[in-house]
């Protein structure tokens, strides 16, 4: 986009990254600015005034060895053919980039007629067949079994494709690959009857109103540690929520309050994640198996982008 007119940038002659000027600037997605034109609108009015920072420093990750101290998760849910290969190619990736660290894959209520055996190492499996219980599962056998100091944690829809930074990882509590901005998906009622079951809930609504204080916890997938996931189950329950799980608009309230728990106590590190803000993401929500298996634009944009692909499967 040239010049407009008596106000306006012309960005053809500045580096100007529409994605890193939203991700460096919180104000910019409290408000839910979350697009290109958005990016170049706010700058245009307000940004080259204020000399607000236009673009990072490509990060090269040279530390990519992780020690012991993570554990990979995968939470496979298999119900339809079709969907069968995902957690296969989730456990090779990581096995690609991350050859030595243990895998554990938890199977929520899969239809064992559609799992493939293939050859794994150093990996187990938890069968849990009880209440589909979504996301929260691998938060609940972390605690149970405290497989090491820090769990990192995918959905069976997410490949990487590039080894994960071990520099990004070194974190005292947790960081998620994505967060997100309150918004009109937020439950207006769901939420709130769910936070009625944590432990001092009133702390949790409370947070839960002031929308410019938190952000959701994209598919709940992040590095969490052992010691600040056992805080917050001691200070909320927050695997009680687990028997209440049971809809898709139930896991997407859940991804909203795991945000408020994780923001009530450290919300900077809420909004540094590894990847940013997930709505800036190309054709987020869109990329499907198909596309994945084309190789669309949208899919290889994302791969530049991010060393975590995903694909979006409604189940």
């Keep these: 986009m040239g010049k407009s007119g008596k106000n306006s940038i012309d960005f053809n002659t500045i580096n100007f990254n529409w994605r890193d000027y939203i991700n460096n600037n919180i104000d910019l997605q409290q408000h839910k600015i979350r697009s290109e034109t958005g990016a ?119 490949f990487l494709n590039a080894p994960l930074c071990a520099d990004k990882l070194n974190v005292e509590h947790f960081k998620f690959f994505w967060h997100f901005s309150p918004g009109v998906h937020d439950h207006k009622t769901l939420i709130p009857s769910f936070i009625k079951f944590l432990k ?55 991804e909203r309050i795991f945000g408020l728990l994780c923001s009530l106590y450290h919300f900077e590190d809420v909004h540094n994640s590894y990847f940013g803000n997930v709505c800036t993401c190309p054709n987020f929500g869109k990329n499907t198996i198909e596309d994945y298996k084309k190789g669309t634009d949208h899919v290889n944009k994302w791969e530049e982008l991010f060393s975590l692909s995903k694909i979006f499967v409604c189940r």
């Design 40 to 158: 170049k609108s706010h700058y245009t009015r307000h940004g080259h005034k204020e000399n607000r920072i236009i673009c990072n420093e490509k990060y090269i990750s040279k530390n990519t060895n992780l020690s012991d101290d993570y554990t990979f998760v995968i939470l496979r849910c298999v119900k339809r053919q079709k969907n069968s290969f995902l957690w296969e190619q989730c456990y090779h990736s990581i096995r690609k980039f991350h050859p030595n660290n243990k895998i554990i894959i938890i199977d929520n209520n899969s239809n064992q007629t559609m799992i493939k055996k293939i050859e794994v190492t150093n990996c187990e499996l938890i069968q849990h067949n009880s209440e589909p219980s979504g996301e929260i599962l691998p938060y609940f056998y972390f605690l149970k079994h405290k497989w090491s100091k820090y769990m990192i944690y995918f959905q069976d829809s997410m």
């Design 200 to 254: 001092e809930p009133e702390k949790v609504n409370e947070l839960f109103l002031n929308k410019k204080e938190w952000f959701g916890s994209f598919g709940l997938s992040c590095t969490m540690s052992l010691q600040f996931l056992e805080f917050i189950e001691e200070k909320h329950h927050f695997t009680k929520l687990m028997s209440h799980i049971g809809s898709r608009d139930h896991r997407k309230a859940l």
